[in-house]
Nanobody, 129 residues
Framework: QVQLVESGGRLVQAGDSLRLSCAAS????????MGWFRQAPGKEREFVAG????????YYADSVKGRFTISRENAKSTLYLQMSSLKPEDTAAYSC??????????????????????WGQGTQVTVSS
């Protein structure tokens, strides 16, 4: 079991920056690939960013590349998403997710939500224009 709790979401203006955090507890966090997903009202959940267990490999959705940065601190069992140059279309509920498949596998960074087994409850980010 991995428990995930997101925080940091709030109402911001377009162009602002925001950092989301995801605190993990329970089973080993350090060996898990982690991801951020988001879901806007009326839309399907979409991949935002992913990171391998060591942090050495990251992937981003094209829509956020160059604006968002995913990182992790295994010693603190915490995942981050630094978001900058926010746009109204970034408005969504953001969730972190953990994959217990392929623990400690170098470079393993799934982008499909079905490869993640544990999810947080989400934190709302609203970007006003």
């Amino acid at each position: 079991q991995v428990q995930l709790v997101e925080s940091g979401g709030r109402l911001v203006q377009a162009g602002d920056s925001l950092r989301l955090s995801c605190a993990a507890s329970g089973r080993t966090f350090s060996g898990c690939a982690m991801g951020w997903f988001r879901q806007a009202p009326g839309k399907e959940r979409e991949f935002v960013a992913g990171i391998s267990w060591s942090g050495g490999t990251t992937y981003y959705a094209d829509s956020v590349k160059g604006r968002f940065t995913i990182s992790r601190e295994n010693a603190k069992s915490t995942l981050y998403l630094q978001m900058s140059s926010l746009k109204p279309e970034d408005t969504a509920a953001y969730s972190c997710a953990a994959s217990i498949r392929n623990l400690y596998q170098s470079g393993y960074t799934p982008r499909n939500e079905y490869d993640y087994q544990y999810w947080g409850q989400g934190t709302q980010v609203t970007v006003s224009s």
